[in-house]
C-alpha cells in the first residue's frame, strides 16, 4: 500500500471561497509556499451574491470583474407590504465603478481561485477530514494525505472545520439562516428589500445573469428553514417578483454574531488563524461578508508576512480594531433596524428625501459606516428617524 502524500508548506488553507483564495493569492505573491484545499470550489452559493464596489476595488488588481458575468444593480426598492408602499433609492456610479453587482458566485470564485494558482499556490480539490496541532503547526488531514502549515486557515464558512477543531463552534444563537428560492428565467437590475419584524431580517430579491435569488435571512433560533421558506413563498405571492419562473429551493447558514461576541472573538491560535466567515466577519445588519472576507484575508497575509514573535496575535488585534468595531457597532443597531415603527419610518423618509436615498445608497454599497450614520440621518434634517434609530438602540442595550 502506497504512503499516503505529506507535505510541509508555511501556510495551508482550508476553504477556497473568497477569504481562502483571496489570503493564498495575497501570500504566494509575497514568497510564501500555500497549498490550499478545498473540495467543491468553485461553486454556486445560495445567497444574495452582492459583491459592493469596496469589494471589487480590493481584488480588481488580480481579477477582470469583467471576465465574470454579473448583474449591475441600478437601484434598491425598499417595500412595505402590509401598507403597499414601497421607495426607490438610485445606486449611482463612483469613481467609474459600480456601487453594487451581483455575480455568479461560481465565476467570481472561479477568478480568485484562477488568481491564487498563477501566483504560485497549489490547490488541491480534496475534502478535509481532521485538523489537529502539529508541533509548531497544524496539520490538515484529507483522504489523500496530510498537509502541515507553520500557520493553518480556517476559510471554510460558517460549519468551519477549523474552527471547530480548534476555537469551537457557533452556538445556534450566533447563527442565521438565509433561504428562499432561485426562480430561474428571471432576472432585473433593481434590487427588492423588505425589512421584518417577526422574525427579524429582511426579505429581498437579488437579480444574478440568469436568475432572481429571491429570500429571507432571520436568526437561527428564532424560526426553523421550512417556516421561513413559507414566508418567502407569501412575499412572492404578495409581490409578483418571479412571475411565471420556476422556483428552486436553497438554504446556507450565515454567521451574526453580537457586539459582545465580536469584543471576545478568538481568531488566532497556536499555528492557526480564522478568516471571513469562519471569524464571524459579517455585517449582521446586512449579512453582507464578502468584502470582510476580503479584506481579513489581506491582514493575515500582512501579519504572516511581517514575521515577529506572535504575528497570528496582531492579525486578530487588527481585525478586531478594523472590523470587529464596526461589526459590532452594526450588532447593536440591529435590533432597532428591524423593528416595525423603524422599517415603517425608513420608508416615509426614503420617498420624502434625496439626502436620505443617498444615505442609504451608501449603506448598500458598503460606504457608509456605522459609526457616524445617526448623525448623518440629523443632518439630513430627518431627525425624527436618527431619534427612532438612537431611542431603539438605547431599548436593546
Known amino acids: 500500500m502506497s504512503e499516503p502524500l505529506r507535505r510541509r508548506d508555511d501556510v495551508v488553507i482550508v476553504g477556497a471561497g473568497p477569504a481562502g483564495t483571496w489570503a493564498a493569492y495575497c501570500l504566494a505573491r509575497r514568497g510564501a509556499r500555500v497549498t490550499l484545499i478545498d473540495p467543491s470550489h468553485p461553486r454556486e452559493k445560495p445567497c444574495g451574491g452582492g459583491v459592493t464596489g469596496r469589494a471589487l476595488a480590493v481584488v480588481r488588481d488580480a481579477v477582470d470583474a469583467c471576465r465574470f458575468p454579473?448583474?449591475?444593480?441600478?437601484?434598491?426598492?425598499?417595500?412595505?407590504?402590509?401598507?403597499?408602499?414601497?421607495?426607490?433609492?438610485?445606486?449611482?456610479?463612483?469613481?467609474?465603478?459600480?456601487?453594487?453587482?451581483?455575480?455568479?458566485?461560481?465565476?467570481?470564485?472561479?477568478?480568485l481561485l484562477d488568481a491564487a494558482c498563477v501566483a504560485g499556490a497549489t490547490f488541491v480539490r480534496e475534502r478535509v477530514v481532521d485538523v489537529q496541532p502539529a508541533g509548531a503547526g497544524v496539520t490538515v488531514r484529507t483522504a489523500a494525505g496530510a498537509w502541515t502549515g507553520a500557520v493553518a486557515v480556517g476559510a471554510d464558512g460558517a460549519n468551519s472545520l477549523v474552527r471547530r477543531r480548534l476555537a469551537g463552534p457557533f452556538r445556534r444563537d450566533q447563527l442565521s439562516?438565509?433561504?428562499?428560492?432561485?426562480?430561474?428565467?428571471?432576472?432585473?437590475?433593481e434590487i427588492v428589500i423588505e425589512l421584518v419584524s417577526d422574525p427579524p431580517g429582511y426579505l429581498w430579491s437579488f437579480p444574478r445573469p440568469s436568475h432572481l435569488a429571491i429570500g429571507v435571512c432571520a436568526a437561527a433560533d428564532g424560526a426553523s428553514a421550512p417556516l421561513l421558506k413559507s414566508r418567502v413563498l407569501k412575499w412572492i405571492d404578495e409581490t409578483g417578483l418571479a412571475g411565471r419562473a420556476?422556483?428552486?429551493?436553497?438554504?446556507?447558514?450565515?454567521?451574526?454574531l453580537s457586539a459582545a461576541d465580536h469584543e471576545r472573538s478568538v481568531l488566532t491560535g497556536n499555528g492557526w488563524a480564522l478568516v471571513g466567515d469562519a471569524a464571524g466577519l459579517v455585517d449582521p445588519?446586512?449579512?453582507?461578508?464578502?468584502?470582510?472576507?476580503?479584506?481579513?484575508?489581506?491582514?493575515?497575509?500582512?501579519?504572516?508576512?511581517?514575521?515577529?514573535?506572535?504575528?497570528?496575535?496582531?492579525?486578530?488585534?487588527?481585525?478586531?480594531?478594523?472590523?470587529?468595531?464596526?461589526?459590532?457597532?452594526?450588532?447593536?443597531?440591529?435590533?432597532?433596524?428591524?423593528?416595525?415603527?423603524?422599517?415603517?419610518?425608513?420608508?416615509?423618509?426614503?420617498?420624502?428625501?434625496?439626502?436620505?436615498?443617498?444615505?442609504?445608497?451608501?449603506?448598500?454599497?458598503?460606504?457608509?459606516?456605522?459609526?457616524?450614520?445617526?448623525?448623518?440621518?440629523?443632518?439630513?434634517?430627518?431627525?425624527?428617524?436618527?431619534?427612532?434609530?438612537?431611542?431603539?438602540?438605547?431599548?436593546?442595550?
Not at 441600478?74 to 414601497?86: E, Q
Not at 420556476?246 to 451574526?256: G, K
Request: aromatic content about 8%; proline content about 3%.
Open 70 to 111: 454579473a448583474v449591475v444593480v441600478r437601484s434598491a426598492r425598499f417595500v412595505h407590504t402590509a401598507s403597499n408602499r414601497s421607495a426607490v433609492v438610485p445606486l449611482e456610479e463612483r469613481d467609474g465603478r459600480p456601487a453594487l453587482v451581483v455575480a455568479s458566485r461560481r465565476e467570481f470564485d472561479a477568478a
Open 177 to 189: 439562516i438565509a433561504t428562499g428560492y432561485f426562480a430561474r428565467g428571471a432576472t432585473s437590475s
Open 246 to 256: 420556476s422556483l428552486q429551493a436553497y438554504s446556507w447558514p450565515v454567521p451574526s
Open 285 to 397: 445588519i446586512t449579512r453582507e461578508g464578502i468584502y470582510f472576507a476580503l479584506r481579513s484575508a489581506e491582514l493575515l497575509s500582512d501579519a504572516v508576512s511581517s514575521g515577529g514573535a506572535r504575528p497570528l496575535a496582531g492579525y486578530g488585534e487588527r481585525v478586531r480594531d478594523e472590523i470587529g468595531v464596526e461589526l459590532a457597532r452594526a450588532a447593536r443597531l440591529q435590533q432597532g433596524f428591524f423593528r416595525t415603527p423603524f422599517a415603517s419610518s425608513v420608508i416615509e423618509a426614503l420617498q420624502r428625501s434625496e439626502r436620505v436615498r443617498a444615505v442609504m445608497a451608501d449603506l448598500v454599497a458598503g460606504r457608509q459606516g456605522y459609526a457616524d450614520l445617526r448623525w448623518r440621518l440629523v443632518k439630513t434634517l430627518e431627525a425624527g428617524l436618527a431619534w427612532q434609530w438612537l431611542r431603539d438602540r438605547l431599548a436593546a442595550s
